[in-house]
């Protein structure tokens, strides 16, 4: 049998680039159509953590217990109430930016950013580190505002290619890559209702957030038609829209 994504990323004539810019774009979308916020606190009531707002998790949610909370959320996100809003989002947001079909990431990543936890900083690195296609597009939706320490910081995607090149051309340890590229990035402002959007070659990370609050986010990736996906697969790692109701 041809796998489900033999006719999603290896058509014979690739589509026309989109004409929108993902060069770190953000965009707005209604909080009261796709609920992401009013999901995921429900989902913590649930599970017996009594958070009244997401930014508060760290008053409530003990350091150590967030890594595994995290998972669970991330498994939740297979429920019926969260596809609802997330096919919808996928569909009625992202899909007429990227002008073709698009397939989203079957699980889509929680975090939250704890303040003054060092040790939850990821280092900055691109997504074709880990086996992404150019062609994918990053989303980052954060449902708590961000801006300086507690937020993503990226780097433009020209300037991410002369650091990578510049990194490999001296054959850098990790910790000196580190110490080349955050200098370069900026952090995002966002708040409930923005959306950021870049690509797999573009730098990214964040550090240590001293802000006093907790950023809570949700990102993944959709798969563009005809586009370059390398190692992720429509019908394994990404999954194809259902029919809209």
Not at 55 to 64: A, F, K, N, S, T
Request: charged share 25%.
């Amino acid at each position: 049998r041809r796998p489900v994504d033999a006719d999603f990323s290896r058509t014979a004539r690739r589509p026309e680039p989109s004409t929108v810019d993902f060069d770190i774009r953000t965009i707005q979308y209604a909080l009261e159509r796709y609920p992401f916020d009013r999901w995921l606190l429900d989902q913590l009531q649930a599970a017996g953590h009594p958070v009244e707002a997401l930014d508060r998790w760290h008053e409530v949610v003990p350091g150590e217990a967030t890594a595994a909370l995290t998972k669970r959320l991330i498994r939740a996100t297979e429920s019926m109430a969260f596809r609802e809003i997330y096919f919808a989002f996928v569909r009625e947001v992202l899909q007429p930016l990227a002008g073709v079909e698009i397939a989203p990431q079957r699980y889509p990543n929680v975090r939250a950013h704890l303040p003054d936890r060092p040790e939850m900083c990821i280092p900055f690195h691109t997504d074709g580190w880990y086996g992404h296609g150019p062609d994918e597009i990053n989303v980052w939706l954060p449902l708590t505002a961000a801006q300086g320490t507690s937020s993503l910081a990226l780097i433009p995607h020209a300037r991410s290619q002369e650091l990578i090149a510049e990194a490999k051309a001296r054959r850098m340890r990790l910790s000196e890559m580190e110490a080349l590229f955050g200098p370069e990035a900026a952090a995002v402002s966002v708040v409930p209702g923005d959306v950021v959007l870049f690509t797999p070659e573009h730098l990214h990370g964040n550090t240590a957030n001293r802000t006093g609050r907790t950023r809570v986010s949700i990102d993944f990736r959709v798969a563009v038609k005809g586009g370059r996906i390398n190692k992720k697969r429509v019908g394994g790692y990404f999954v194809l829209l259902p029919e809209a109701a």
